[in-house]
């Protein structure tokens, strides 16, 4: 930024200063988003330079040094872990290179977000996964630039994997295999990834010519655990009058478990059921049957984040959608 008194638009930092009654400090430190200041003070200052049409648009970025990668605690899991592990070393490798010191944090809508974020002092977070929008308000409101990744929310800047082509290509590839009835086990469709695997699934029947049943796709209950839920999700599928004869899971853990469900109901994989995951997890090769699984360059998801903080400016909001690959093992050819 310039120095204090330097003219912007016609309005210095001292012209706010007097309007808003503090320092010229106080001011500079509000407008760079450094600590110090609770946010009464910052978003006072914030209003004060818009209503007297300080320009923004001009001020210097500050250089990242400090970076903090937020993980929700429902993905803080063994389930999770294969996923988002290589996601954050992506973001510390890249975050290496430029010499940002990259700080983790796995946190919840009841742990006090701000303030545990506060002993951080990041110059700019990432999100990975899903948050509930009442605490991306809360981070918002810290001032600091934020990207989501493998989560996707308007006025938000994002890299996501292709989810649905991904869930596309699965379905597609399990009726090119002569599948007539493809179920699909998913979790909650309040996250981003899923719902839009479960938009690939469906988008892959209809041009198939296939009409969607709605009994052949199984949530899993609320309020277990994935290998719980995933297990029970695949014994419903299989109890119907007319069991499907290949699943697309929303992601390879459930896809592993759902294998071993079947081949505990003495069903072969795949001559009687051909399974399909999605991530392309460290696991997904370690089965009874290698799984079919579409493949997510997941430390490449993480790099993307760092860089899209680095090159971007404060009010783009920019969206990156990395490709997905479908890679075809045991699980689904004989």
């Given at each position: 930024?310039?120095?204090a008194?330097?003219?912007q638009?016609g309005v210095?930092?001292r ?19 450094e600590?110090g200041?609770?946010?009464v003070t910052?978003q006072?200052?914030l209003?004060?330079a818009?209503?007297l049409?300080y320009?923004?648009?001009?001020l ?9 990668f ?6 803080n ?5 294969p996923f988002y592990s290589p ?12 010499g940002?010191?990259?700080s983790f944090?796995?946190?919840g809508?009841?742990d006090?977000l ?7 002092a990041?110059d700019?977070?990432?999100?990975a996964g ?5 605490l991306l ?21 994002s890299?996501n994997?292709d989810?649905m082509?991904g ?7 399990l009726?090119?295999?002569g599948r007539?009835?493809v179920g699909f ?19 892959a ?5 296939i009409?969607?049943d709605?009994?052949?796709?199984a949530?899993?209950?609320d309020g ?7 297990w ?17 899971c929303?992601n390879d853990s459930?896809?592993l478990v759902a294998m ?5 109901k003495?069903?072969k ?6 399974i399909?995951?999605?991530?392309d997890i460290?696991?997904?090769v370690?089965g009874?049957r290698?799984?079919?699984t579409?493949r997510i360059?997941?430390k490449e998801l993480?790099a993307l984040g760092?860089?899209?903080?680095l090159?971007?400016?404060a009010?783009?909001?920019?969206e ?6 479908l ?5 689904t050819?004989?």
């Amino acid at each position: 930024m310039r120095a204090a008194g330097a003219t912007q638009g016609g309005v210095t930092i001292r012209d706010i200063a007097r309007a808003a009654g503090v320092s010229a400090g106080t001011i500079s430190r509000a407008l760079k988003n450094e600590p110090g200041l609770t946010e009464v003070t910052r978003q006072m200052v914030l209003e004060t330079a818009r209503d007297l049409g300080y320009d923004f648009c001009k001020l210097r970025p500050k250089r990242l040094r400090r970076l903090t990668f937020l993980l929700h605690r429902q993905h803080n899991t063994a389930s999770s872990s294969p996923f988002y592990s290589p996601v954050l070393h992506g973001a510390e490798e890249a975050c290496r290179k430029q010499g940002i010191v990259l700080s983790f944090m796995a946190v919840g809508p009841a742990d006090g977000l701000v303030d545990q974020l506060r002993m951080h002092a990041p110059d700019a977070i990432v999100c990975a996964g899903f948050f509930e929008p009442e605490l991306l308000t809360a981070l918002r409101a810290t001032g600091k630039p934020i990207v989501l990744i493998d989560m996707k929310l308007r006025g938000y800047s994002s890299v996501n994997p292709d989810n649905m082509m991904g869930g596309y290509l699965a379905t597609r590839h399990l009726i090119e295999r002569g599948r007539e009835r493809v179920g699909f086990i998913c979790g909650s469709l309040s996250h981003y990834s899923i719902r839009e695997r479960a938009r690939g699934y469906r988008q892959a029947l209809f041009d198939a010519g296939i009409l969607a049943d709605p009994r052949l796709e199984a949530p899993l209950p609320d309020g277990v655990e994935l290998e719980q839920g995933a297990w029970e999700a695949m014994e419903a599928l299989l109890a119907l009058p007319k069991p499907p004869d290949a699943v697309f899971c929303y992601n390879d853990s459930a896809a592993l478990v759902a294998m071993r469900c079947c081949l505990a109901k003495g069903l072969k994989v795949p001559h009687d059921v051909a399974i399909v995951g999605f991530d392309d997890i460290s696991t997904a090769v370690l089965g009874h049957r290698p799984l079919t699984t579409l493949r997510i360059n997941k430390k490449e998801l993480g790099a993307l984040g760092v860089e899209l903080l680095l090159n971007g400016r404060a009010d783009d909001v920019v969206e990156r959608v990395a490709p997905v690959e479908l890679v075809v093992r045991a699980s689904t050819v004989c």
